[in-house]
């Protein structure tokens, strides 16, 4: 499964390209659909480009997103709870609570204060759970021994730096790695079957997204295809091809992850 990741925290700033309103968040998710992307990851942005987790912001978001990705039947459109959209985690659990249309798949940062409500609270109405464990953060301990994590639906494997060799791809088998043998989580009863060959690419028995970010983006993504696990690639986690030219749109980073994914192995 390839993840197209629309916008992130990215901005105008940062690119021209860079989808913002919901009518442009769908006409790239239906260019990155229609490119080969499996599912569509979005940050829901205010009009003056803060992401947001207000019902008022989410609900036009979904409404636009949903009809673009029909194409790809049942396909998710994943969103984010990242702190930086409500600092406050009290904040975050009412903004849940007042959702008036649910998303398919919300991805929690572990690491961040709040995170266990964030996710009861998610889990309350129904809505999946993406666990976020990042590299450099203790949310891969946090994960381990926290009471909701048998109730997420995924492992979101995030690896922010290239480790001290200046390696990503050497990074994100290290902390793969890491996050097979922790103790303390249950394997829950619909996890899917282990992988026969390589490294993990499940974490507690629940299936792993990996990704990169920057530099790493594009070395990240190839291990995960070499080891099955789910990846992505978008303009949340890149700006570049993998020649180093800067990418024209999400549909155009697709087309050259597909494509690396059949020449780069």
Same mark, same amino acid.
Do not use: K
């Given at each position: 499964?390839?993840?197209?990741?629309?916008?992130?925290?990215?901005?105008?700033?940062?690119?021209?390209?860079?989808?913002?309103?919901?009518?442009?968040?769908?006409?790239?998710?239906?260019?990155?659909?229609?490119?080969?992307?499996?599912? /569509? #990851? @979005?940050?829901?942005?205010? +009009?003056? !480009?803060?992401?947001?987790?207000?019902? &008022?912001? $989410?609900?036009?978001? %979904? =409404?636009?997103?949903?009809?673009?990705?029909?194409?790809?039947?049942?396909?998710?459109?994943?969103?984010?709870?990242?702190?930086?959209?409500?600092?406050?985690?009290?904040?975050?659990?009412?903004?849940?609570?007042?959702?008036?249309?649910?998303?398919?798949?919300?991805?929690?940062?572990?690491?961040?204060?709040?995170?266990?409500?964030?996710?009861?609270?998610?889990?309350?109405?129904?809505?999946?759970?993406?666990?976020?464990?990042?590299?450099?953060?203790?949310?891969?301990?946090?994960?381990?021994?926290?009471?909701?994590?048998?109730?997420?639906?995924?492992?979101? /494997? #995030? @690896?922010?730096?290239?480790? +001290?060799? !200046?390696?990503?791809?050497?990074?994100? &088998?290290? $902390?793969?790695?890491? %996050? =097979?043998?922790?103790?303390?989580?249950?394997?829950?009863?619909?996890?899917?079957?282990?992988?026969?060959?390589?490294?993990?690419?499940?974490?507690?028995?629940?299936?792993?997204?990996?990704?990169?970010?920057?530099?790493?983006?594009?070395?990240?993504?190839?291990?995960?295809?070499?080891?099955?696990?789910?990846?992505?690639?978008?303009?949340?986690?890149?700006?570049?091809?993998?020649?180093?030219?800067?990418?024209?749109?999400?549909?155009?980073?697709?087309?050259?992850?597909?494509?690396?994914?059949?020449?780069?192995?």
């Amino acid at each position: 499964m390839l993840q197209v990741c629309l916008n992130g925290a990215r901005g105008p700033g940062d690119s021209a390209v860079v989808p913002m309103s919901p009518e442009s968040l769908a006409e790239s998710a239906a260019r990155a659909v229609a490119a080969g992307a499996g599912e /569509v #990851r @979005v940050h829901p942005r205010t +009009p003056c !480009g803060r992401t947001s987790l207000s019902p &008022r912001v $989410l609900t036009p978001v %979904l =409404a636009e997103l949903r009809p673009a990705v029909s194409a790809v039947a049942g396909a998710p459109v994943p969103v984010t709870t990242v702190a930086s959209a409500e600092p406050e985690p009290g904040r975050r659990v009412e903004r849940i609570r007042s959702w008036t249309v649910l998303p398919d798949l919300v991805s929690v940062d572990w690491h961040e204060p709040g995170a266990e409500a964030v996710v009861a609270a998610l889990l309350e109405r129904g809505v999946g759970v993406e666990a976020a464990l990042w590299s450099g953060t203790d949310g891969p301990e946090r994960f381990a021994g926290s009471p909701p994590a048998p109730g997420v639906r995924r492992v979101l /494997v #995030r @690896v922010t730096a290239a480790g +001290p060799d !200046g390696d990503p791809e050497a990074a994100a &088998r290290a $902390l793969i790695a890491t %996050l =097979a043998v922790q103790p303390g989580l249950p394997v829950p009863a619909h996890a899917p079957p282990a992988p026969a060959h390589g490294l993990p690419v499940q974490v507690h028995g629940l299936p792993v997204l990996l990704h990169g970010e920057e530099d790493g983006a594009w070395p990240v993504l190839r291990l995960a295809r070499r080891l099955g696990a789910g990846a992505r690639i978008g303009l949340e986690d890149t700006l570049l091809l993998p020649d180093g030219t800067p990418a024209r749109s999400n549909a155009e980073l697709v087309t050259a992850a597909l494509a690396y994914g059949r020449t780069g192995f």
